[in-house]
């Protein structure tokens, strides 16, 4: 058996015609989300009737810095709860549908959470 680098293993893969057009689609669906999820931040924002200037006062950064969460690809927890409370949110959960039953996680009380933690591990 010879060692083949994983990227060879990947060239060859994609050889195939019908593998090449299914990691196609995946990433074409994966652009989408992104592409979905990253307009979904600028929408909260505009409907805050913020600017980026005047959001990143209330998160006590820049703009730059709010420019560079809109384009983000993945964002720690603890920060997208910055981003929703700066914008006004006050009531931040997320919904996971899992067989059928709806389980709700309420972000408020994760925030407090990781404010104690934050708080305990600074003594």
Do not use: H
């Not at 389980?103 to 408020?108: F, H, N, P, T």
């Amino acid at each position: 058996m010879n060692f083949r680098r994983g990227n060879e293993q990947i060239d060859a893969a994609l050889q195939n015609p019908d593998i090449a057009a299914r990691v196609a689609a995946i990433r074409a669906g994966n652009r989408e989300n992104d592409r979905t999820y990253k307009m979904q931040l600028a929408m909260i924002r505009d409907a805050a009737n913020l600017t980026q200037t005047e959001l990143a006062q209330n998160m006590d950064s820049t703009q730059g810095v709010v420019s560079k969460l809109e384009r983000s690809e993945n964002m720690l927890l603890q920060t997208l709860l910055r981003y929703l409370n700066a914008a006004g949110a006050d009531d931040v959960r997320i919904v996971v549908s899992m067989k059928g039953q709806e389980i709700e996680v309420d972000l408020d009380n994760v925030r407090d959470d990781l404010t104690k933690t934050n708080k305990m591990e600074a003594v």
